[in-house]
């Protein structure tokens, strides 16, 4: 079973820049897409971005696309979300998970491995 752990949550300014980690422990994830999500309060949990077991496709959410981008490092089984350019509605806790192959259209009502998720908070 492949675990994982979020980390690099913070607070920042609007129009700062933080980058998230996604690694994972038990076993690698080398071979398994991974997905960046989040749940803001009184929100339901949104896909945010993906990448495949290579590194070599990527999905972005429309909110995202052109500030975040997520990468990996299979040797080190990590996951980073690189995020720029944020704003405040970006506040949320964001978690990680292995997801299904095939893109953000297969997410829906899976039942997702969730770690603690790490906070991320924009301030105005």
């Known amino acids: 079973q492949v675990q994982l752990v979020e980390s690099g949550g913070g607070l920042v300014q609007a129009g700062g820049s933080l980058r998230l980690s996604c690694a994972a422990s038990?076993?690698?994830?080398?071979?398994?897409?991974v997905g960046w999500f989040r749940q803001a309060p009184g929100k339901e949990r949104e896909f945010v971005a993906a990448?495949?077991?290579?590194?070599?496709?990527?999905y972005y959410a429309d909110s995202v696309k052109g500030r975040f981008t997520i990468s990996r490092d299979n040797a080190k089984n990590t996951v980073y979300l690189q995020m720029n350019s944020l704003k405040p509605e970006d506040t949320a806790v964001y978690y990680c998970a292995v997801v299904p192959t095939g893109g953000p259209q297969n997410y829906k009502d899976k039942n997702l491995n969730w770690g603690q998720g790490t906070q991320v908070t924009v301030s105005s």
């Open positions: 990448i495949n077991w290579s590194g070599g496709r990527t």
């Open positions: 038990g076993h690698t994830f080398s071979g398994y897409p």
